[in-house]
């Protein structure tokens, strides 16, 4: 069951003699015991580079309302619990591939057929073999290893 979770502004601004305050409702919903997607729960502003806030002298409105895009969504996960937060690949997304990797310059590296990208054999995460080859960084991991953790 999706819950509300109101941010408030500490700070404040005057506008037209109305003290303001910012808001933003975060509609949180529990994926595992370690981690939450959530939504901003509010229109896109304009007047505030179309960021999802709620300007109010009163107080916070959350507008449950609004239909939020589906792909618009951001993941919490507890400090220290992303292996426990791990969700299973959809069968799907599920292959084993090689990979190159192509350099600022153009170059192309980590290009041997033993450079792999494997979704199978651990079904709740993306690895990255052959390092022995290959010692570049891939997808921002520095254990060569990427849980899904939603869905």
């Not at 299973?88 to 980590?110: H, I, R, V």
Request: contains cysteine; charged residues 15%.
């Amino acid at each position: 069951m999706p819950s509300m979770f109101i941010l408030s502004s500490t700070n404040s601004i005057t506008y037209s003699s109305s003290t303001i305050y910012i808001y933003t409702c975060m509609k949180l919903t529990q994926i595992t015991t370690n981690s939450y997607s959530y939504k901003l729960q509010q229109v896109q502003q304009p007047n505030a580079g179309y960021e999802r806030l709620w300007f109010s002298a009163d107080s916070a409105i959350c507008d449950t309302s609004v239909s939020i895009p589906t792909i618009e969504f951001h993941v919490l996960v507890k400090q220290g619990m992303a292996d426990s937060a791990a969700i299973t690949f959809p069968d799907k997304l599920l292959f084993s591939a090689d990979y190159k990797y192509m350099t600022s310059t153009g170059a192309e590296d980590c290009d041997t057929t033993s450079d792999t990208m494997d979704m199978c054999t651990d079904k709740t995460a993306l690895s990255f073999n052959n390092y022995t080859n290959c010692k570049q960084e891939i997808a921002y991991s520095a254990d060569f290893l990427s849980n899904v953790i939603s869905n």
